[in-house]
């Protein structure tokens, strides 16, 4: 059974700093997504990472893939208030089986 | 406007009382599924479809239905709601999965 396990659950952070988040996984994946949830909202796309070594960048959210450690990361560069979501990453594996982490909920605090 | 439709967006049902949440979408998406959102559960795949006539289960189907008679619908069905149904159910399409999934607004279902 595949696991995907992100950490930290919980992130507060103040505006104008870094940090990352980690995702693990426990089985060959054929890509990862990275979503990103408002409260009370839909998801919504963010990366899609396809093989080893990719690396995505979009304003101050960047995403990296490992497959050989099993390992994603989504890194946040000077985080900004607007960046206070829930993000979750999701492996997909045969056909269109997705798995999804539990979900980093981020608080960006003034 | 390119998008994945789910209805009703909140429902309040009874025990045993067979209901169909439906799923559109307008982008002639190939890919489809339904996910359930749990507090402390994340969101668990419950069917998925890579094509008409083609399902398969996800990492929690017990309970559910679904089909997918033409390609840009694809409901979800509860032949006999229990209250550990109750949750907020989310349908995606994807025309091909390297472009991730697009989901709909979401159904809050309860089960009483």
């Known amino acids: 059974e595949l696991k995907v396990e992100q950490n930290p659950l919980f992130l507060s952070m103040q505006e104008g700093k870094n940090y990352t988040i980690y995702c693990n996984y426990s089985t060959t994946s054929d890509r990862l997504y990275w979503y990103r949830q408002d409260p009370g909202k839909s998801l919504e796309s963010l990366f899609v990472?396809?093989?080893?070594?990719a690396v995505k960048q979009e304003g101050r959210l960047m995403a990296s893939l490992d497959t050989k450690a099993r390992l994603s990361t989504l890194h946040i560069t000077a985080a900004v208030h607007d960046l206070s979501a829930t993000y979750f990453c999701?492996?997909?594996?045969?056909?269109?089986?997705?798995?999804f982490g539990e979900g980093t909920q981020l608080t960006v605090n003034p | 406007e390119a998008q994945v439709t789910q209805n009703p967006r909140y429902l309040i049902t009874v025990t045993g009382k067979k209901l169909t949440v439906t799923c559109s979408q307008n982008m002639n998406h190939e890919y489809m599924s339904w996910y359930r959102q749990d507090p402390g559960l994340g969101l668990r795949q419950i069917y998925y479809?890579?094509?008409?006539?083609?399902?398969d289960k996800g990492d929690v189907p017990e309970g559910y239905k679904v089909s997918r008679k033409e390609k840009r619908n694809f409901p979800l069905i509860l032949e006999s709601p229990s209250p550990n149904q109750t949750s907020l159910y989310f349908c995606?399409?994807?025309?091909?999965?390297?472009?991730?999934?697009?989901f709909g607004s979401g159904t809050r279902l309860t089960v009483v």
């Open positions: 999701a492996v997909e594996t045969s056909g269109s089986r997705l798995t």
């Open positions: 995606a399409s994807s025309f091909y999965r390297d472009y991730g999934y697009t």
């Open positions: 479809s890579m094509n008409v006539e083609v399902t």
């Open positions: 990472l396809l093989s080893n070594g």
